[in-house]
Structures are given as structure tokens and as C-alpha cells.
């Protein structure tokens, strides 16, 4: 195995609650619950999950944005949890962020020139001139754009176009790691699509490793080699991308599965059916009051008394990851296996998925 560029360790992000009245102070924020995940160069690390499962916590975290309550980041093996004001620079040319909405994160006030150029400056010493324009210009052919690209300002590029150039800006530094937040989730389906191979391609030129956040599972198989579903700042399953999502072991994986549409419309009848099983309007419990037991069991068809009780340990799972649920060690004894079949029965489905 080659050492990973980004190990994190028992990750814990909590945020203080902040005194609102008088007396009264709000209760603390447990984002972040203690996780665990390893990203090799050359690897996609997908982290999927609903609104609020504490996603993008953990990528404030890697990218020094928050403070970090218990745990360890590693770059190359080296401790940067709490990273050194003076290393800041060095930090930022090895981790790289695209985020959601090219449009804020974008300078609007700057030429595509100057947007993607700057790094280039700042990492290299290479001041504005010819061997820094031949160098934009090979950075947005990369990113599929032409150099006439250059004099453009965000307002006058599609979404598309905007994260492309995030892409760009990101590459320019020619970083190790870059953490792509949501960065393909508010473009149409084919720019999306468009978008996902220029970073796949980027990855096969560069080596460069992705964290990959969203939370349409079907997307993040799609970019991912490895992939991990949060819920409520746990992270209750995690594996090979094709495993999790073909060998779902935890029942929040699997109705995040059956929350992807699908062309096939009996298919797509079947996984409508499915998610009704879940009680997926059930509000899930507030990361400031978390349940001692299961956070997912006031949504779960298949709980059982143990589920609010205890959280679940991780056990190994089929697909060569781990799950954090009790059905495989409780009740039906699943001992690692697909939880498709037992949810089906229970609820009386059958069919395609
Ligand atoms: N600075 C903060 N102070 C207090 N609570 C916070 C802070 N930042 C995030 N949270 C809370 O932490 C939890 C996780 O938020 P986070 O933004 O990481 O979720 P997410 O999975 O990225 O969601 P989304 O899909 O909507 O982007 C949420 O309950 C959020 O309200
Ligand atoms: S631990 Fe229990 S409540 Fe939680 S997902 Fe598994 S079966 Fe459902
Ligand atoms: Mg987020």
C-alpha cells in the first residue's frame, strides 16, 4: 500500500455553544463524531451524506478552517492538525479547495488571468509576464478552456465555465490533495458529468488526490474509488465505492440509494416504494442533543430495542469496508452482508433496484 497523502484519525470537530441570554448558554454542537479515512495520491475519497451530517466540517477541518476538537490530520504522515501560522503558506500549495459556488468564491473584480495566475505568483515567485501567461493558458487548456478565456471576468462565464476555472485556480499551485465541496452539485447534469471528467482527467495527468464531498450517492460512486456516508458526524459505513453502493450494509446507505432517481421507470417505482419505507420525514436528532444509541434509529424501518440504546461498533463489512449498525451483530445477524435483502423482506418489496 503507498503512504497515504492524507490520513485523518479519529476526527472530533465540536462547537462550543455560545451564550444566547443572560444565563443561558446553547449546548455544544457535535459535528464531527470521531472519524477515521486515509486518501492515497492518485485516489478519490468520496464523503456523502445528507444536509448537516457534518461533511463539510470535515473539510474545514483538513483545510485548517476549524479547530479540530480531538483527533489527528496527517500530510504525508507528518502531524499538521494545529498547524504552525508560518507553515500556512506551505500548507496552502498542498491543499486546495473547489468549493460549491464558483460565483462567491471567485473574485469577481479579476480577469480569469489574474484569478487563476495569482498562485502562481505567490507559490512560485513567477511575477505576471510571459513564462506566467503560457503557464495559465496550459492550466485552462486542462481544464477544457480556451485561452480567450483569459480576459474574462465570473460574470461573464456560465457555472460550467466558473468551476472550471476553481479548477484551475486550485491546479496552479500544483497541489497534493484538493477537497472539491459540493463543487459539482449546483451545475445541470451534463456540465456536471463535463466537469467530473476534467477532474478525472486532472487526476490521471497529476496524480493529485480528491476529497470528493456531495450527497447524491450516485455522483460520488461515480468520481470515487473509496467512498464514506456520514450521518450525523458519524461516518456509519465506509468501503470501495462499488461495494457500498452495490452491497449497502447500513440502512441510511441504502436510502440514500433509493433517493437517486433512475430512467427506468419500474425500477424507479421500486425505489420510490423503498424510501417510503423510511421514515424520512422523521426529523433526525440535533447534532447539539445526540441519542446514546443509533442516530439513525428514529428513521430506520428495522430498529430494534438495542438501536437506542447503544451506538453500534464498526464491524467489517462484505464489501472489505466496515458498517456501524447492529444488524450485524444483533437481531438478524447479518455478520457483514448486503442489508438489501432484509430491508426488502421487512418491508415486503421485492425487485430492481
Ligand atoms: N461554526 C459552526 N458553529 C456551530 N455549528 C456549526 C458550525 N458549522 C457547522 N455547524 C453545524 O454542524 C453540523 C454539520 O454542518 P456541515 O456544514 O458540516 O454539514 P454538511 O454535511 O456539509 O451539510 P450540507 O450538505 O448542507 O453542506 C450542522 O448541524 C451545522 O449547523
Ligand atoms: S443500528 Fe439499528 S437503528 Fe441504526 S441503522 Fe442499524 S438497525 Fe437501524
Ligand atoms: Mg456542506
Known amino acids: 500500500m503507498t503512504q497515504p497523502f492524507l490520513e485523518v484519525e479519529n476526527l472530533h470537530v465540536h462547537f462550543a455553544g455560545r451564550q444566547r441570554l443572560l444565563r443561558e448558554t446553547m449546548p455544544t454542537v457535535k459535528a464531527v463524531n470521531g472519524i477515521s479515512f486515509a486518501i492515497e495520491p492518485h485516489r478519490t475519497f468520496g464523503l456523502v451524506g445528507e444536509s448537516g451530517s457534518g461533511k463539510s466540517t470535515v473539510a474545514r477541518a483538513v483545510l485548517q478552517l476549524t479547530d479540530v476538537t480531538a483527533g489527528i490530520i496527517r500530510l504525508d504522515g507528518v502531524d499538521v492538525t494545529h498547524v504552525q501560522r508560518e507553515s500556512e503558506l506551505a500548507f496552502r500549495k498542498r491543499v486546495q479547495a473547489v468549493l460549491q459556488d464558483p460565483y462567491s468564491s ?15 505568483t505567490r507559490h512560485f515567485g513567477i511575477k505576471p509576464g510571459p513564462e506566467r501567461e503560457q503557464r495559465i493558458v496550459k492550466l485552462l487548456d486542462e481544464v477544457g478552456l480556451a485561452d480567450e478565456f483569459l480576459d474574462r471576468y465570473p460574470y461573464e462565464m456560465s457555472g460550467g465555465q466558473r468551476q472550471r476555472v476553481s479548477i484551475a485556480r486550485a491546479l496552479a499551485v500544483e497541489p497534493d490533495l484538493i477537497i472539491a465541496d459540493e463543487a459539482t452539485s449546483a451545475l445541470d447534469v451534463s456540465i456536471q458529468s463535463q466537469v467530473i471528467n476534467v477532474l478525472r482527467r486532472v487526476q490521471a495527468d497529476t496524480g493529485v488526490a480528491f476529497l470528493f464531498i456531495g450527497h447524491d450517492l450516485d455522483v460520488v460512486r461515480h468520481v470515487s474509488d473509496d467512498v464514506g456516508v456520514m450521518y450525523l458526524g458519524y461516518l456509519v459505513e465506509q468501503g ?3 461495494g457500498v453502493y452495490d452491497l449497502p450494509a447500513h440502512p441510511y446507505t441504502e436510502m440514500l440509494i433509493a433517493s437517486v432517481p433512475v430512467p427506468d421507470p419500474a425500477a424507479q417505482a421500486d425505489r420510490r416504494a423503498l424510501r417510503q419505507t423510511f421514515k424520512k420525514d422523521a426529523e ?4 447539539a442533543d445526540l441519542p446514546p444509541g443509533c442516530p439513525f434509529a428514529n428513521r430506520c424501518p428495522v430498529a430494534m430495542d438495542i438501536c437506542s440504546e447503544l451506538m453500534p461498533h464498526a464491524t467489517a463489512a462484505r464489501h472489505g469496508g466496515y458498517v456501524r ?19 426488502r423482506s421487512a418491508a415486503g418489496k421485492s425487485g430492481k433496484r
Open 106 to 120: 471567485l473574485n469577481q473584480v479579476h480577469q480569469v488571468r489574474t484569478i487563476v495566475g495569482d498562485g502562481i
Open 240 to 242: 470501495a465505492a462499488d
Open 284 to 287: 433526525p436528532p440535533s447534532p
Open 325 to 343: 449498525c447492529h444488524l450485524h451483530t444483533s437481531g438478524p445477524m447479518l455478520a457483514g452482508e448486503s442489508v438489501i435483502p432484509y430491508i
